[in-house]
């Protein structure tokens, strides 16, 4: 059991570039969320899907899409980056109250 | 709606020495109260967790206590050790069927030999 995996680790892009982030999860847990943890704001959710083929706003979404195609799967687009979404990014899975996290992905934009 | 409010950090103490961090939240209904526990370079680690009232979540020698009439989730310990530096977060999940959980902001502890 994997749990959950994030790629990629770490990554830099400068303004109006785009990229993708990736989860996956292999325990089958229908719900999955994005957030970003910024310096003494704690975890904030970016959007979070239901099950596959859903997903929904949380409280960051603006500047990032979503996409939930296959169940194990959870897809973080950004389409044109902004220093602003310089954060790290997590990624985490439940099936109830627990969650679990991924290790996180670090991005940088310039 | 929900919010979360830890004291802030970094909470600094001697190995052994006894351990308090403050969580109080807000929250319609009954919420679910959880502390996670992020060790540096990785993801968060559910730590513990209550869901009513009077219950105590423990574990590693951690505990926290769900006071719904003081609306707090206190994390204690009664002797850290170096192991135990990390940033701590108090979180709650409302009883909606969203399930997402709303964070602290995190308390980071150090404990030195």
């Known amino acids: 059991n994997a749990g959950v995996t994030q790629t990629p680790k770490f ?3 400068k303004t109006g570039q785009s990229m993708t982030l990736l989860c996956a999860q292999d325990m089958n847990h229908e719900y999955m969320y994005w957030y970003r943890q910024d310096p003494g704001m704690g975890l904030r959710l970016i959007h979070y899907s239901v099950g596959e083929g859903t997903t929904a706003k949380g409280e960051v979404p603006d ?7 296959k169940k194990q799967n959870f897809l973080l687009g950004l389409e044109s980056a902004a220093p602003s979404q310089t954060s790290v990014y997590f990624c985490a899975s439940s099936y ?3 969650k679990y996290f991924g290790p996180g992905t670090r991005l940088l934009v310039l | 709606g ?4 830890q004291m802030e950090g970094p909470v600094t103490l001697s190995e052994e020495a006894f351990l308090t961090i403050n969580c109080t939240y807000t929250a319609t209904g009954y919420p679910s109260l959880f502390w996670y526990v992020q ?12 869901t009513k009232a009077d219950d105590k979540g423990s574990n590693k020698g951690f505990e926290a206590t769900y006071r719904k009439e003081t609306t707090s989730f206190h994390l204690e310990k009664g002797s850290v ?6 940033v701590y977060f108090c979180a709650l999940n409302p009883d909606t069927g969203r399930r997402a959980l709303t964070f602290g902001s995190g308390t980071r502890l150090q404990v030195q030999p």
């Open chain 1, 11 to 13: 990554r830099v892009l």
């Open chain 1, 63 to 69: 500047g990032y899409n979503v996409s939930r195609l």
């Open chain 1, 96 to 98: 109830s109250s627990q």
């Open chain 2, 2 to 5: 929900n919010s979360v409010t």
């Open chain 2, 39 to 50: 060790y540096p370079g990785e993801g968060l680690q559910l730590l513990l967790k209550a």
């Open chain 2, 81 to 86: 050790q170096v192991s135990d530096s990390a």
